[in-house]
Each structure stands twice: as C-alpha cells, then as structure tokens.
C-alpha cells in the first residue's frame, strides 16, 4: 500500500501555509457638517433651562447701561456707539464669559474624554458648542438694540442688519471664550478670563471711542466685538456708508474664523492630555 504525501493532492494546503485573515474595512470618517449639526442640536437641547435666565440677565444688564448712560449722552454719534456696544453686549456675555466657563469645566471634569472618543471631528465640538451659545443671544440682542433705538431716538429701519451682526460677532466672541477656557489651566481662571473678557467688552465697546485715551483706542480696536459694534453703529445713521458696513463685517467675520481656529487648536490640546 503506497502512501502519498499530503502536499502533492489537488488542493491540499497544509496548516502551516494558510493564508492570513484580511485586515477589516473601516467605516467612513465622520464629515464635518453632520457632526456639527449633531453636536449643534445636542448643545442646545442641553443649555437651554439653564440659559435662559442667563440670557435674561444678559439682557437686562445691557437695558441697564444705557439707561444709566441716557443721563450722559443726548444723541449723536455717541449715542449710537451706546446703542451698538449694549446690543453686542449680550452676546459677549453668553458667547464669550459663558462659553469660556462651560469649557473650563469640561476640561477639568474629564468631560473632554466623552467627546474624544465620539467619532466627530474636533472643528464640529467646537463649532457645535459656539454655535448652540451664540444662538441663546439673538432674543436678547434684538430687544437691546430696538429698546436702545426707542430710548435714544435712533431709526430702526436698519435693525435688519442684526442678520450679520450677530453671527460674525458671535463667531469671533465664542471662538476667543472657547479658547480661553480651553487653555486655562483650572477653571477658576476660565472664569476670571471670561470675565476679564466680558468686561472689556463692557467697557471698551459701549463707552464711545471718541471719549477714550490713545492708548484705549488700541486696545479697542484688537476686541474681536469692536467690528461688529462699529458695523451696527454705522447703520444708525442718517445716511450709512454700506461699504466701511460691509468692510467692518469683513473684519469680524476674518477674527471669527482666526478664533475658532485657534480654540479648535486648543481642543485637540488640552484632549490629547
């Protein structure tokens, strides 16, 4: 009885020589406007109890301010840098001092590990986050600039212009409030810096430009919020200039990008740590 190795029968492989498994297929990667339409809709269902009395603060701290400053200016320029800076006041209370808090405990409370692991880009958290924040401050803006136009005598014909005012504005506030609560070291300071931040909004947005130092100035013109409040101001008038409108708007919107880049920077740094 003849034996014949098993190597040389058709189709016999030995068990040494099979053949490796295929690797598997990853899925698609996540594109970036779903996850920011995700994260958008998931930010918003989650702040909104909690904001909106924020955003009633917001607004009736700006009703405030220009109460208090119709006792010092009458009308004019002036009184339309008030108007303006108080409207735009309200987002850099909800998109700025907020958004910067909210990321400093997100760091701190290891909440940043939850979102590393979703399969979203990190542009569509940020951008999620600043999105869902600066929407909270539409009612509050409106209310401010149409009770500022009745309280000084200013024509609100123009108001339409809010459109882009408070997107780009609440683009170039929610970036740098991201970042600052992103690169803080502990919340406290996230909390100190979006105050800090809120408060030069104050400050270097509603007081009139033609009342401050040089040195001021300078200042006033690195404020991300300063372009959108000159934008707005500018409407005020009897006859605006739509093209520096339009250039101020540019401006704004350029900073917005600039800062959101830089907080979607921070997010992937203070993830990976």
Do not use: I
């Given at each position: 009885m003849s034996v014949v190795p098993a190597d040389v029968l058709p189709g016999a492989v030995l068990a040494g020589e099979e053949t490796a498994p295929e690797p598997a297929v990853l899925g698609p990667r996540a594109r970036l406007w779903p996850s920011l339409a995700a994260?958008?809709?998931a930010q918003l269902s989650r702040a909104r109890v909690a904001r909106i009395p924020l955003l009633f603060v917001a607004t009736f701290q700006s009703v405030g301010i220009m109460i208090l400053m119709r006792g010092v200016v009458d009308g004019g320029a002036e009184a339309r840098a008030v108007v303006a800076g108080s409207a735009v006041l309200v987002v850099a209370f909800v998109a700025l001092n907020l958004l910067a808090q909210y990321f400093g405990q997100l760091r701190a409370s290891g909440g940043l590990d939850h979102y590393a692991t979703l399969p979203v880009p990190p542009a569509a958290v940020v951008l999620g986050a600043a999105g869902a924040y600066a929407s909270f401050t539409v009612p509050g803006t409106v209310v401010t600039a149409a009770f500022g136009c009745v309280l000084f005598g200013l024509p609100m014909a123009h108001l339409w212009v809010l459109v882009a005012v408070i997107p780009l504005s609440g683009a170039a506030l929610a970036g740098l409030g991201a970042a600052l609560g992103l690169l803080a070291p502990r919340p406290?300071?996230?909390?100190?810096?979006?105050?800090?931040?809120?408060?030069?909004?104050?400050?270097?947005?509603?007081?009139?430009?033609?009342?401050?130092?040089?040195?001021?100035?300078?200042?006033?013109?690195?404020?991300?919020?300063?372009?959108?409040?000159?934008?707005?101001?500018?409407?005020?008038?009897?006859?605006?200039?739509?093209?520096?409108?339009?250039?101020?708007?540019?401006?704004?919107?350029?900073?917005?990008?600039?800062?959101?880049?830089?907080?979607?920077?921070?997010?992937?740094?203070?993830?990976?740590?």
């Open positions: 994260v958008y809709r406290e300071f996230a909390t100190l810096l979006g105050q800090l931040g809120m408060s030069a909004a104050l400050l270097l947005g509603v007081l009139p430009a033609e009342r401050l130092p040089e040195a001021v100035r300078v200042a006033r013109d690195l404020l991300p919020s300063t372009y959108g409040v000159e934008a707005l101001a500018r409407t005020f008038a009897p006859h605006p200039d739509w093209a520096l409108v339009l250039g101020d708007l540019a401006v704004c919107g350029a900073v917005g990008v600039l800062s959101l880049a830089v907080a979607t920077w921070a997010y992937r740094r203070a993830a990976v740590r």
